[in-house]
Nanobody, 123 residues
Framework: QVQLVESGGGLVQPGGSLRLSCTAS????????MGWVRQATGKEREFVAA????????NYAKSVKGRFTISSDNAKNTVYLQMNNLNPEDTAVYYC????????????????WGQGTQVTVSS
């Protein structure tokens, strides 16, 4: 079993930045790719970004590439999502996710979910 706890959401103005964190715990957490999936009100869940178990590979949705950066600190079992140049379309609940690999995560084949953290981009 893997437990995921997110932090770092909040309200930010358009063009601003936020950093999300997700700390994982569990016996086999090091075997999983980690990432972020978001869900805006009235919309389906959407892949955002993922990083491989070793922290060497990354995968991004086209809508965030160049603005968001995912990274991991395996010693802390923590994955980060640095979000820059935010716009109102980025408003959503952001869920931390764990999956077999970054490709599976991008297809929303997720094994474990966090509870989610709200990100609101508004002036």
């Amino acid at each position: 079993q893997v437990q995921l706890v997110e932090s770092g959401g909040g309200l930010v103005q358009p063009g601003g930045s936020l950093r999300l964190s997700c700390t994982a715990s569990g016996r086999t957490v090091y075997n999983y790719a980690m990432g972020w999936v978001r869900q805006a009100t009235g919309k389906e869940r959407e892949f955002v970004a993922a990083v491989g178990a070793a922290g060497l590979t990354t995968n991004y949705a086209k809508s965030v590439k160049g603005r968001f950066t995912i990274s991991s600190d395996n010693a802390k079992n923590t994955v980060y999502l640095q979000m820059n140049n935010l716009n109102p379309e980025d408003t959503a609940v952001y869920y931390c996710a764990a999956a077999r690999n970054t490709y599976t995560l991008a297809l929303l084949g997720v094994d474990y979910w966090g509870q989610g953290t709200q990100v609101t981009v508004s002036s």
